[in-house]
């Protein structure tokens, strides 16, 4: 089904390539009900890294697994990062962050979370990096009777709410995954998650609008909403939002290192 769906400026190219990255970010660009969802999940992040006490403030904030990301339209001193090289400043593993203890303030990650293979690793190394006070932020896939369906029949990454580990065999960068992973670590296996990285803890977390995003077919298929009827897909979004906790397929996290 996502074959025929694509979008035919993806057809031919690698993906997770540079080329491909590009592509998607150009789809952005053209799809204003995608563009509003990345601003928002930015606004977020953004809000976010800025809520650290002020005496971090000069620290780095640091974008893991930046692909198609124009993050750095709104913050261009944010450090981007990625697994393979292409228009980024730095490439990194998430396993092993190249910074010094307590150096930065804020680690951004929109739809990545959940193609960390080993993602305890991660945890301990941004345990490790932040400062306390300093936050992880993310915008990934959530646990909505609605996710669990659409992602499960519909999505060519895994979705699997019933694994036991949290991880999972790394091979293409952009297919490994579990989606279903934040709501393991952060909702289902707490306990373990204070073990792993005890000075980490959610802080808080939020259903973002999905309606005009499906409909738009997001960053890899076709969209159904006529560029002039936009604005009225947003608004479906607001008027649908006491059903979020059904229907929502992303949500915002933010994960707070202790501060003493």
Partial sequence: MNGVLQHGSLKGLEMGSSEWFAAQRAMIDSKPAVKRCYNL?????????????????????????SGSSFIRDRRPEIITSDVTPGNVDLVLDGRALPFAANSVRALLLTHVFHHIPDVASFLREADRVLAPGGVISMVDETHTPFARFFFSVFHPEPYNDRASDWSFPAGHSMLDSNQALAWMVFFRDRARLRKIAPSLELEQWRYLPWFSYLMSGGVNLRSLVPRPLAGVFFGIDRALKPLDGLFAIHWSLTVRKARG
Wanted: proline share 8%; aromatic share 8%.
């Fill in 41 to 65: 999940w930015y606004d977020l992040l953004l809000a976010d890294a800025d809520s650290v006490p002020p005496e971090l403030r000069a620290k780095a904030v640091v974008e893991i697994g």
